[in-house]
């Protein structure tokens, strides 16, 4: 090592020496050290005038006070150490907690490749143990079906759970969107109320950020789109601009005061809580809609194949996702990075909106031209689900491209698949069976793979 650390070193040693035998009330043996060893150094000799000035404290507390320093013990020492090892290379001397690092990077990794983890992981390497890889069982994964809901009388078009999980809103071509309440202990499902009268049936719903309103639209010919007061039941608004319109999609502002809908007729709108227009943008086939956190950028699909951003306030348009066959419906992950696409005869893709870049293809869903709906879902949006025509569910590991489920039960197209954003073991299906499906974990473990379970879930939930 080049001189200055050496000497630097031996200063930050002998200071320890000196600052100990003062506490210790050796003052003789303190003003060796300064005179004989510190002094001949020649290093920081600033430092050394204030170091002699302690040789007036009258008592060790008095001492520790001015020097800043908490005594000679393991704490000091360790901290001595600390600085002696900046100036050390690593084949000299490990730095410190080496050992720590590397097995928390382990639990990391073991984290990384478990396919079900679903759960928080404290990263604390108390609340691992270190025996066993780490490993979370298929069992404790959404796969189950635990309720199979029946009230809608047609096919099941859309569900959608409420941003805080309590609730979850399914749509249906019998004209009516249910409104179910999540149980926070069992997480089973009950029927809350019935939002009645949409002719066309429903095919997309929308929560505002507070889930306070619930806006409902229908298919391709519905030029009306309903505002609905989730709490009281009650209609807020009904809107339509005219009869010629098709209003389809619908996304809010995050600000909860503003919403966009628009169609493939070519109406892009938005508008305020009374179904007021605020602003139109001529011209745009909307097929799906996204409003982004910073509440400037509207995301829409059209009919060209791509994704382009739209802002209303300086009213500039720009390209950001391309495809080479219509995007059906999209979804946003909640950091705004991500976009999960069902494209027409491809199946579901994964785009990153910053680089704007397609970042994975997802294997195994069967997609024609229906629109299904996808969603991003599990503890940190690690999981992907999607409906398919082949009446499944598949879920994948955001990072892989094979399914790690595949879900059977429902009978005909699986339309759209909602996980809860606050329970990441639940999820909901809709399908044209008339059915929505619940999912969650196996209901029943033997006596063994509790214990297993227990044990991952305690050393894995923080």
């Not at 194949?305 to 500039?316: K, V």
């Amino acid at each position: 090592y080049h001189r200055p650390s050496w000497r630097r070193m031996k200063f930050l040693l002998l200071q320890q020496k000196y600052l100990e035998y003062l506490e210790d009330g050796k003052v003789l043996e303190a003003l060796q050290v300064l005179r004989g060893e510190l002094t001949p150094l020649k290093y920081n000799t600033d430092r050394i005038h204030v170091l002699s000035g302690y040789l007036m404290c009258s008592h060790a507390e008095d001492l520790k006070a001015k020097a800043e320093w908490e005594g000679k013990g393991t704490a000091s020492r360790c901290r001595l150490l600390d600085k002696l090892q900046t100036y050390l290379p690593p084949s000299v001397m490990l730095p410190p907690r080496r050992l720590q690092t590397l097995l928390r990077q382990a639990v990391e990794l073991q984290r990384d490749r478990c396919l079900y983890h679903n759960t928080k992981l404290d990263s604390s390497l108390d609340s691992v143990s270190l025996l066993l890889d780490h490993v979370c069982s298929r069992k404790q994964f959404p796969c189950y079906t635990q309720q199979i809901l029946t009230e809608h009388c047609n096919e099941v078009w859309f569900c959608k759970f409420s941003n805080d999980g309590t609730k979850l809103a399914t749509g249906s071509k019998d004209t009516t969107v249910i409104i179910w309440q999540v149980d926070p202990e069992s997480h089973q499902l009950k029927l809350l109320r019935t939002l009645e009268g949409h002719a066309y049936g429903v095919s997309y719903l929308a929560w505002s950020p507070d889930d306070t309103y619930l806006i409902a639209c229908g298919p391709d010919d519905c030029s009306e789109l309903w505002l609905w007061n989730v709490q009281t039941g009650e209609l807020r608004t009904k809107m339509s601009q005219s009869h010629e319109d098709s209003l389809t999609s619908v996304a809010w502002n995050p600000d909860g005061k503003r919403f966009v809908t628009g169609g493939q007729r070519g109406q892009f709108y938005q508008c305020d809580l009374d179904g007021n227009l605020l602003d139109s943008w001529e011209g745009v086939r909307v097929q799906c809609l996204w409003c982004l956190g910073d509440g400037r950028a509207v995301l829409a699909s059209d009919t060209h194949q791509r994704i382009r951003g739209y802002n209303f306030e300086d009213l500039t348009d720009r390209n950001i996702v391309q495809e080479d066959h219509p995007i059906m419906s999209f979804t946003v992950s909640k950091n705004g990075r991500l976009a999960l696409l069902n494209v027409a005869t491809q199946g579901v893709h994964l785009w990153d909106l910053q680089d704007r870049v397609l970042v994975r293809k997802y294997q195994g869903v069967t997609q024609g031209f229906y629109t299904i709906h996808s969603c991003f879902g599990g503890h940190n949006e690690d999981f992907i689900a999607s409906g398919s025509e082949d009446h499944k569910v598949y879920i994948w590991h955001r990072r892989g491209e094979l399914p790690i489920a595949e879900l059977t039960g429902h009978t005909r197209t699986v339309n759209c698949v909602s996980w809860n954003p606050a329970i990441p073991g639940l999820m909901a299906s809709a399908s044209d069976d008339g059915t929505v499906r619940v999912w969650g974990p196996a209901p029943f473990l033997d006596s063994q793979e509790a214990e297993a379970l227990n044990e991952n879930c305690s050393n894995m939930d923080s």
